[in-house]
Nanobody, 115 residues
C-alpha cells in the first residue's frame, strides 16, 4: 500500500507562484506512475501533469509553460511548481500514485488564486 500527503497550497494573487509537494510512504518502489490532479467547485477532477517511470508529461494545455512537475532526489517526493497562476487555477489539488494496479490518492490541498 501507499500513503500520500500533499502540502503547499494556499491563497495567492494572480500572477503569483506556489509549489506543491507530495510525500509518498509505504511500498514506494512499486509505484510506476505519479500525477497531479485538480478539482474545481462543480467540475470533474482533471489530470494536470503526470510522471511515468521517470518521464514527464504535462497533460492539460492550460498549464503548459506555467506548471512543472518533478520528482525529488528522494524517490518518495513529487512536486508541482506553479507559476503565473490564474484565477481559473483555483481548485483542490490531489496527488495520485499507481501501485500494482491500484490508484492511491492524497487528501488534497486547496489552491486559491485571487484576481
Amino acid at each position: 500500500q501507499v500513503q500520500l500527503v500533499e502540502s503547499g497550497g494556499g491563497l495567492v494573487q494572480a500572477g503569483g507562484s506556489l509549489r506543491l509537494s507530495c510525500a509518498a510512504s509505504g511500498d514506494i518502489f512499486a509505484i510506476n506512475v505519479m500525477a497531479w490532479y485538480r478539482q474545481a467547485p462543480g467540475k470533474q477532477r482533471e489530470l494536470v501533469a503526470l510522471l511515468s517511470n521517470g518521464d514527464v508529461t504535462t497533460v492539460t494545455d492550460s498549464v503548459k509553460g506555467r506548471f512543472t512537475i518533478s520528482r525529488g532526489n528522494a524517490k518518495n517526493m513529487m512536486y508541482l511548481q506553479m507559476n503565473s497562476l490564474k484565477p481559473e487555477d483555483t481548485a483542490v489539488y490531489y496527488c495520485s500514485a499507481d501501485h500494482l494496479g491500484v490508484r492511491y490518492w492524497g487528501q488534497g490541498t486547496q489552491v486559491s488564486v485571487s484576481s
